[in-house]
Every structure is written in C-alpha cells, then in structure tokens.
C-alpha cells in the first residue's frame, strides 16, 4: 500500500506541474509587458519554460513506468506522448499558434495523469 501513495503523489504532483505550465504557456504572451512592473521578469525566461517541460517529462515518466505494471492500460501513455508532442509542435513548427498549441499539450499531460491516477485506483490487483 505504501507504493500505491508514491504514485498516487506523483499523479497529482504531474497533474499540478502540467496545468502550472499550460497557465503559464498561455498567459505569458498576455502578461509579457506587466511582468517588468511586477519583478516578474524571469518568467519569460527560456529556461524558465525549458525546466517546466523537463520537469513534467520527468515526473510523467516516473509517474506512468511506477504504475503502469499494476494496471497495465496503455492510453495513459498514449496521452502523454500526444501532449508532448503538442508541446514540441506548438515551440517548434507552428511557432505562431504557440500560445494556443503549448497550454492544450500541458492540459493533455494533466489528463493523462488523471487517467493514470483512475486507473491505478481502480485496480484490484497488486
């Protein structure tokens, strides 16, 4: 049981980063001029951006290689992968339609960790 709470932590820790990047992808392009005023500069920063993705690609693989042998579905997965590759669409082929492209890829990571957190609730099995 003790295993299932890491997970389950991991779950809502993935779900807080991906929705913290996709507010963040899509309020930037609208905040980007008040930010001086606020001391809020670096959050323009590209690394600031590079180390959200990261940080949710990273917690996204954790999350979903811990609890994917108990459960064993692969549409979590799926998901995933789909939202970082809208991410990767939205930085580097559409790069106009990034405000809009990159916050549905953080939402889609965030759905894929609910959906990994229903399916490891649910499992019966150890």
């Known amino acids: 049981m003790k295993s299932f709470?890491?997970?389950?932590?991991?779950?809502?820790l993935?779900?807080?980063?991906?929705i913290a990047c996709a507010v963040h992808c899509a309020a930037l392009p609208l905040a980007i001029t008040a930010?001086?005023?606020?001391?809020?500069?670096?959050?323009?920063?590209i690394w600031v951006e590079i180390s959200m993705i990261c940080l949710s690609l990273l917690i996204g693989i954790l999350s979903l290689r811990l609890s994917y042998?108990?459960?064993q579905k692969v549409l979590?997965?799926?998901?995933?992968v789909m939202g970082f590759l809208f991410i990767g669409t939205g930085h580097f082929?559409?790069?106009r339609l990034e405000a809009v492209i990159v916050p549905i890829?953080?939402?889609t990571i965030a759905a894929a960790h609910l959906?990994?957190?229903?399916?490891?609730r649910s499992c019966k099995h150890q």
């Open 5 to 12: 709470i890491k997970h389950d932590r991991l779950d809502h």
């Open 14 to 18: 993935g779900i807080t980063a991906s």
């Open 35 to 45: 930010l001086p005023m606020l001391g809020l500069e670096f959050l323009a920063n």
């Open 69 to 71: 042998p108990k459960h």
């Open 76 to 80: 979590p997965v799926l998901i995933l």
């Open 93 to 95: 082929v559409f790069e």
């Open 105 to 107: 890829g953080g939402f």
């Open 115 to 120: 959906l990994n957190w229903r399916y490891s």
